[in-house]
């Protein structure tokens, strides 16, 4: 038994292994290999690459059949080309899973109505809120269209898998289909977590953001325009960025608004131990992203007792105190938030604990168990269907 996994995510290669930036590594692919025997995953092939910075996503019971990257203006000659590589893919699979918004699992999911091939979606994220918010005019363009045909999709499919507990369900619903909550994120609480960034009363405080450095909705600018008015009140503070990209657009602003000497750009981690050690560094992690869709990195976050201020978009709300929210873009509100969490040791003390707890409902084994169930219902109703 198989499974094609459909989504644009972008693997690498190096010495015939392909890699991730971290978002579907093996971790994450080995969920459909427990379900389904194998997985067939569909992706952009972004080429050979370094591996710093990046995860595994190759292993036993993963192959990958990578097409080019239509998406972009000088891979849209390819587009033919990818959607035959995905017809072939789907004929070779008994079921497919299909994660949106992406125009390869719509591709997907055309072929599987085409084959007769069931099918499964993954509503991971709002087409709308990342192309309006992309930062171009053409995403501002198009973010109706892909809106409403993400829509389409979702309302058509038979089985639903969301990641948020109603955002999502609210933007895409699915009102014929089986569905299930299961967010995107998974977390081993095994483990300790670290209260000591909580107890800080003064020196140099360290501010986290988590996100990719070349796009512009994840709070990068914001950030950089808030600390001058934080300096103000705690001169020592420090903003670490940690994601991949260019951050030459972050330096400039940095250095004409006078704040390059408190920024510091990390880099991208491997996902998991690497991560958390920063976020454990961390006195405050800030996310003030203008579209997410469930907020991963403020999940880890939260599991490692982080106090987290965000922004009152997207899934953020499910999460965050609406004490420690933000509108997308307020500048000023950010930096007074920040200065309050900062001020005070009991309440970073009163939040800390209060993520962490909201946290444990992202705990892995109740997760992966309400996963393979809902998968097992699938399999069972498409052979059900399939005898009939």
């Not at 009102?175 to 000591?196: E, H, Y």
């Not at 970073?348 to 993520?355: G, V």
Request: with cysteine; proline share 3%.
């Amino acid at each position: 038994m198989s499974v094609l996994f459909a989504h644009d995510h972008i693997f690498f290669s190096h010495k015939n292994e392909s890699y991730s930036n971290g978002g579907l590594s093996y971790e994450a692919l080995k969920r459909y290999v427990d379900s389904f025997g194998s997985v067939l995953v569909v992706g952009r092939d972004g080429g050979d690459a370094k591996v710093a910075g990046l995860s595994k996503a190759g292993g036993a019971g993963v192959s990958f059949s990578l097409v080019p990257n239509f998406k972009s203006f000088r891979g849209l000659a390819q587009r033919s080309i990818a959607k035959k590589s995905i017809s072939r893919a789907v004929l070779k699979s008994d079921y497919v899973i299909a994660r949106l918004p992406s125009s390869i699992g719509m591709m997907a999911i055309s072929m599987a109505k085409k084959h007769g091939k069931p099918y499964l979606v993954e509503v991971v994220g709002c087409s709308w809120d990342a192309m309006f918010n992309h930062g171009s005019f053409v995403g501002k363009l198009i973010a109706p269209y892909s809106y409403l045909k993400q829509r389409s999709y979702v309302r058509g499919a038979g089985y639903v898998v969301y990641i948020t507990d109603h955002f999502l369900q609210r933007r895409y619903p699915a009102p014929s289909a089986k569905t299930v909550i299961c967010p995107n994120v998974s977390l081993d609480f095994s483990g300790a977590w670290n209260r000591a960034a909580t107890k800080k009363t003064g020196g140099k405080f360290r501010i986290g953001l988590i996100g990719s450095l070349d796009v512009g909705y994840k709070g990068h600018r914001e950030l950089i325009q808030a600390l001058p008015d934080v300096l103000k009140v705690f001169p020592e503070v420090e903003v670490q960025f940690l994601g991949k990209g260019d951050s030459t657009r972050w330096d400039k602003l940095a250095s004409e608004i006078g704040v390059s000497g408190s920024i510091r750009f990390m880099g991208a981690l491997p996902a998991g131990d690497a991560v958390y050690e920063w976020l454990d560094s961390l006195d405050l992690q800030v996310q003030p992203s203008a579209a997410e869709a469930q907020g991963r990195s403020i999940v880890e976050g939260m599991s490692r007792g982080k106090v987290v201020v965000a922004t009152r978009v997207g899934g953020i709300v499910e999460l965050i105190d609406p004490d420690f929210l933000v509108k997308a873009g307020d500048v000023s509100g950010l930096s007074k938030q920040i200065i309050k969490a900062l001020g005070s040791c009991e309440v970073r003390q009163l939040q800390s604990e209060r993520n962490f707890n909201v946290a444990k409902k992202f705990d892995r084994k109740t997760i992966e168990n309400n996963r393979r169930s809902f998968f097992a219902s699938f399999i069972n109703d498409a052979e059900g269907r399939s005898h009939a």
